[in-house]
């Protein structure tokens, strides 16, 4: 990907357009289910069906009403642009501590490369003070993606480093136990998606993994409280792994952190892309949770064109920086 398309929508009150909310509707290229052709078609009669409802509020049950489970990236716009006007239009959809510049730990994200390229990103990464690495996994070859943990671990080993995979589904059935295993040995704390999403191999992969696998794209397109239960009380994931994007907004990720919850399964937050904008209301909504495991909020800083804010990433962590001002 070279650039990203993101449609940006305002909630004003009649007679005061100098007060508004604002929310990002951005899927995904190849993985949000709301990512095709017609999608500007939809938003703009879902815009049409918001406006003669006259709602006011982040009604959760109006806005679902209004709102096709099919698209989930318009569903977190909306409710994030409703949340920002409630609150005065100050980009504040929650008066948590966040605002006050309570940072929330991160980790560094290691993009896929060749091999001097991401050695190059992790020296990066720990230097800039993170202690948690997110590396993609499963495009390189097998053996030097092992030799990128080993040095992880041999050069750093005075650090407590901990190491994240997501492998988007990437290795195959039969051979994805032995390689969870060659990676087992450089202590690593999960692995996201190891195999596609649906295949009946993962609940016996989920029991069977000596790494604790995560679920990222396997929560797509589930959409019912009670489905999401039965797949995680089926499958028992070690973690899930959130995105409002792609899985159905704030209020569906609530659902699925209480579900997870209550089945003593692990989660965090990760945005998908979005920029400043989506952001600002991810990390707004992550410091609602007194989760301590490092999230995945720092994609912002990938961008060339984005919007300038308040949104500050230093020393392994996200922060508002109340001292910045959105340019908008």
């Known amino acids: 990907m070279r650039d990203k398309t993101s449609w940006f929508v305002k909630i004003e009150e009649d007679g005061d357009p100098g007060v508004f909310g604002i929310g990002e509707c951005g899927p995904l290229p190849g993985l949000s289910i709301d990512h095709r052709p017609d999608f500007e078609d939809n938003l703009s009669a879902i815009i049409e069906k918001i406006n003669s409802s006259q709602i006011k509020t982040a009604n959760h049950s109006s806005l679902e009403q209004l709102i096709p489970s099919a698209f989930p990236s318009i569903l977190f716009g909306m409710e994030t642009a409703l949340l920002d006007l409630q609150n005065g239009g100050k980009r504040i959809l929650y008066n948590n501590g966040f605002l006050q510049g309570q940072p929330i730990a991160i980790n560094g994200l290691v993009w896929m490369g060749d091999m001097d390229f991401m050695m190059d990103q992790i020296n990066k990464k720990i230097a800039q003070g993170f202690n948690c690495l997110k590396l ?28 994240r995979l997501d492998a988007n589904g990437a290795f195959k059935v039969d051979e994805v136990l032995y390689k969870l295993g060659e990676m087992a040995r450089y202590q690593v704390h999960s692995i996201e998606q190891p195999i596609k999403p649906g295949l009946e191999e993962m609940e016996e992969l989920c029991r069977k993994s000596p790494i ?22 089926k499958l028992n994931p070690g973690f899930i792994v959130l995105k409002p994007t792609l899985h159905g907004g704030l209020r569906s990720c609530e659902e699925w952190i209480s579900i997870a919850e209550s089945l003593k399964i692990g989660w965090w937050i990760t945005s998908a892309l979005e920029s400043s904008v989506g952001l600002n209301a991810i990390c707004q909504f992550t410091a609602n949770y007194q989760n301590q495991l490092p999230q995945g909020l720092g994609t912002g800083a990938i961008y060339g064109d984005n919007f300038p804010s308040p949104l500050t990433v230093k020393d392994g962590t996200i922060f508002y920086d109340t001292n910045a001002l959105w340019v908008l």
């Open 212 to 233: 604790p696998v995560a679920f990222d794209e396997e929560l797509i397109g589930i959409i019912t409280a009670e489905d999401k239960t039965r797949m995680l009380k």
């Open 136 to 163: 993609k996994v499963g495009g390189l070859d097998f053996d030097r993606e092992c030799d990128i943990l080993s040095y992880i671990r041999k050069r750093y080993f005075r650090q407590n480093i901990t190491i």
